[in-house]
C-alpha cells in the first residue's frame, strides 16, 4: 500500500502562532489527489481542501494554506494566526491506488493540534 | 440540510453479542463509506456501497462483518459474535457521487465491546 505520513503525532502552540502540519505520501501514479480533513472534539471528519497532482500552485483560503511540493511528495498545511479553535486531529490522506473510487481512502496517522490561549 | 446522521453514538456490546451501526447518508447521496478508526492503526477503509449493491469490500475483516445499504433506509454495518478487538471508532461517509470528491463524515459510532 502507498502510505501517507504524518511524523508529527502532537503539536502544541500558544494562538496567534503560525503553525505546519507535515505530510508526506508515496506514489507511483503519474496523477493523483490529496486530501486533508480535520476532525475536531464533536467526532466528525471535515474536509478542509482536495488537490491534484498537476496543478501544483500553493493554496490559500483564510488563515489556511497549503504548500504542495511534488519533487518531495510533501503536501503540508499551515494555519496562520492559529485559534483554540483550530485544536483538532488533522489528517493527511489520499485515494488508495488502483481504487474503485476517490473516496477510499488511505489516511496519515494524524497530527493532534493544540492551540492554547 | 441535515448531515450524515450515525446512531447511536455509543453502542456497548458483551462479547459474542451482535452490534448494528447505523448510517443515514445526506440527501441526495447515494454512495457511503464506511471507515473504522482503531486507536494504534488509525482510520482504515472498510467497505464502500451504492445504493443495494457493494462496490468495494477490500478493507472488512472475512468474517463476522458485513454492511448494506438498501434502496430504502439507512447503511448498516453489522458486527456479529464481537470480540474485544473490534472496539473501535465506526465512521460513515456520504458522496453525491461516485467519485468520491469530497466525503461528508458523520460523528461516528464508539463500540465498546466488554
Known amino acids: 500500500a502507498q502510505k501517507v505520513t504524518q511524523a508529527q503525532t502532537e503539536i502544541s502552540v500558544v494562538e496567534k502562532e503560525d503553525v505546519t502540519l507535515d505530510c508526506v505520501y508515496e506514489?507511483?501514479?503519474?496523477?493523483?489527489?490529496l486530501f486533508w480533513y480535520k476532525q475536531p472534539p464533536s467526532g466528525e471528519l471535515v474536509f478542509l481542501i482536495r488537490?491534484?497532482?498537476?496543478?501544483?500552485q500553493n493554496e490559500i483560503s483564510g488563515r489556511y494554506s497549503w504548500n504542495f511540493q511534488k519533487s518531495t511528495s510533501s503536501f503540508n498545511f499551515t494555519i496562520t494566526a492559529s485559534q483554540v479553535v483550530d485544536s483538532a486531529v488533522y489528517f493527511c490522506?489520499?485515494?488508495?491506488?488502483?481504487?474503485?473510487?476517490?473516496?477510499?481512502?488511505?489516511f496519515g496517522q494524524g497530527t493532534i493540534l493544540t492551540v492554547h490561549p | 440540510n441535515a448531515g450524515v446522521m450515525q446512531n447511536p453514538r455509543h453502542l456497548v456490546r458483551r462479547r459474542g453479542q451482535e452490534a448494528r451501526l447505523r448510517c443515514s447518508p445526506m440527501k441526495g447521496h447515494s454512495h457511503v463509506y464506511w471507515y473504522r478508526q482503531l486507536p494504534e492503526e488509525g482510520l482504515k477503509f472498510m467497505v464502500y456501497?451504492?445504493?443495494?449493491?457493494?462496490?468495494?469490500e477490500s478493507g472488512m475483516p472475512k468474517e463476522r462483518f458485513s454492511a448494506e445499504f438498501p434502496k430504502e433506509g439507512p447503511s448498516i454495518l453489522r458486527i456479529q459474535q464481537v470480540v474485544r478487538g473490534d472496539s473501535a471508532a465506526y465512521f460513515c461517509a456520504s458522496s453525491p457521487t461516485a467519485g468520491g470528491e469530497k466525503l461528508f463524515f458523520g460523528s461516528g459510532t464508539q463500540l465498546s465491546v466488554l
Open positions: 490522506a489520499r485515494p488508495n491506488a488502483g481504487g474503485t473510487s476517490y473516496g477510499k481512502l488511505t
Open positions: 456501497l451504492q445504493k443495494e449493491n457493494i462496490i468495494d
Open positions: 506514489t507511483r501514479d503519474t496523477t493523483y489527489y
Open positions: 488537490r491534484n497532482s498537476f496543478d501544483e
